[in-house]
């Protein structure tokens, strides 16, 4: 059965810090890997998502990489700013129709 | 990309009442699917709903319990049956897009934040 954890559960930096957040996963077999952001009391935003082909996926500041042989993947955040200050989900496709969702990261970047 | 609506955004619902949570996608789509978010919690899987079909349930989520009607490609509902204040939670509506250069994007509607008293 896959799980899905994420560390740290949360996270205060100040404004301007790079920043990494973790995601693992324990069955390697998966179709893809997708980062989201959840504002409070909002839905949810895809930030990025990697194939399992794929490496790593880059988007602005904010860069995912994945290595499925270890089960790992990582959300890079550069330049972090207050608007950064959010819940960060790691969420693996486990199979065509399943997703699941690790329990967060809430992420706080102080001005 | 996919616009998703949902209705209504919250409501406040008395105990052993059922409540219906509507949402609309701004393009057809194949599978729809329907998270739970209880408070601090991540997101878990109730259901995925396929137009023409039957909806396939999650472990631990049960038709009589949380009904989900598909009635064509762009809208779905999700009926909260017989609520008990653990029923209380932040209901997402999510579809699947294929897009150029993002295959299998996932995406979210705002969700339906429900209380039970």
């Known amino acids: 059965k896959q799980e899905v954890t994420q560390i740290p559960a949360a996270l205060s930096v100040p404004e301007g810090e790079n920043l990494v957040l973790n995601c693992s996963f324990t069955?390697?077999?998966?179709?893809?890997l997708q980062w989201f952001r959840q504002d409070p009391g909002k839905g949810l935003t895809s930030l990025l998502l990697?194939?399992?082909?794929?490496r790593e996926q880059t988007s602005g500041r904010l860069n995912a990489s994945l290595d499925k042989s270890s089960g790992r993947s990582t959300l890079y955040i550069a330049a972090s700013q207050p608007g950064d200050s959010a819940t960060y989900l790691c969420?693996?496709?486990?199979?065509?129709?399943?997703?699941?969702f690790g329990p967060g990261t809430s992420l706080s970047v102080i001005p | 990309s996919a616009v998703i609506s949902q209705k209504p955004s919250r409501d406040i619902c008395q105990r052993g009442t059922s409540l219906t949570i509507q949402c609309q996608v701004d393009?057809?789509?194949?599978?729809m699917f329907w998270y739970r978010q209880q408070p601090g919690q991540s997101l878990t899987l109730i259901a995925t709903?396929?137009?023409?079909?039957?909806?396939?349930?999650e472990s631990g989520f049960v038709i009589d319990k949380f009904p989900i009607s598909r009635p064509n490609l762009t809208f779905s509902t999700l009926t909260v049956s017989n609520m008990s204040p653990e029923d209380s939670s932040i209901y997402l509506c999510?579809?699947?897009?294929?897009?150029?250069?993002?295959?299998?994007?996932?995406?979210f509607g705002p969700g339906t934040r429900l209380t039970v008293l």
């Open positions: 990697i194939q399992s082909s794929q």
């Open positions: 999510s579809v699947e897009k294929i897009n150029r250069g993002r295959t299998d994007t996932q995406y």
């Open positions: 709903a396929n137009q023409g079909s039957e909806a396939t349930y």
């Open positions: 393009s057809q789509v194949t599978m």
């Open positions: 969420a693996v496709k486990a199979s065509y129709d399943k997703v699941i």
């Open positions: 069955d390697s077999a998966i179709y893809n």
